[in-house]
């Protein structure tokens, strides 16, 4: 069955500090993994986009990675600001066709000061 | 350029009342879906449709119908609402042409609640 887990469920940091959110899939066959950032009362936004050949892209202080063999991404948020308040979704794509996306439940970050 | 765009942002029904959700976009997109997030869950595909006049069921339709008369719009009907049809719905549109990633813009969000 395919499936996308994150971890944590959710999160608080001090501002300033560094955190990883993690993704977990079994989605086949893999197209590509998309994280999207979902600002409270807003519709979720596309951070960055992981296909299968890329292992590391980074958006601003957002650094997501991708290991295809373990089938596990991460979300890496450097030096968070109170901006990053949101959760952040991981959401894969499977090859059979445009409207396959696989929701994980998300990871709800909160910065405080 | 607005983006999709959804009205009404929120909304209050009765049990067996009836409504419809409109979604609007200006990106000339292809395809359109109807979501639902609920608490807990991943967002949930209801509807979608892959151009003006055709719909397709998603993974939870029951209790939903979809129209997309005009290319623009895509619109989600609750003909006899539950309780159970509480959530924020969400709209999102992806183009045809990017078909290496589909990437989905997805509107604000319409917060429904059946009593």
């Known amino acids: 069955k395919n499936q996308v887990e994150q971890s944590p469920q959710s999160l608080i940091i001090l501002e300033g500090k560094n955190c990883t959110l993690q993704c977990n899939y079994t989605v086949s066959p893999f197209s590509n993994l998309r994280w999207y950032k979902q600002d409270t009362g807003r519709g979720p936004v596309s951070l960055t986009i992981m296909t299968f050949s890329e292992n590391t892209k980074s958006n601003g202080r957002y650094t997501a990675t991708l290991d295809a063999d373990t089938k596990q991404s991460s979300l890496h948020i450097t030096a968070s600001q109170l901006s990053d308040s949101a959760s952040y979704i991981c959401?894969?794509?499977?090859?059979?066709?445009?409207?396959?996306?696989?929701f994980g439940t998300g990871t709800r970050l909160t910065v405080i000061p | 350029n607005a983006g999709v765009t959804q009205t009404p942002k929120f909304r209050v029904l009765k049990t067996g009342q009836s409504m419809t959700l409109l979604c609007a976009q200006d990106m000339n997109h292809e395809y359109m879906y109807w979501y639902r997030q609920d608490p807990g869950m991943g967002l949930r595909l209801i509807h979608y449709s892959v151009g003006e006049g055709t719909t397709a069921k998603g993974e939870v339709p029951d209790g939903y119908n979809v129209s997309r008369l005009k290319k623009q719009n895509f619109l989600l009907g609750l003909e006899s609402a539950a309780p159970s049809q509480t959530s924020v719905y969400f709209c999102a549109s992806s183009s045809l042409g990017d078909s290496k990633t589909y990437e989905q813009y997805f509107g604000p969000g319409t917060r429904l609640t059946v009593t």
């Open positions: 959401v894969v794509r499977d090859q059979t066709g445009a409207n396959n996306l696989f």
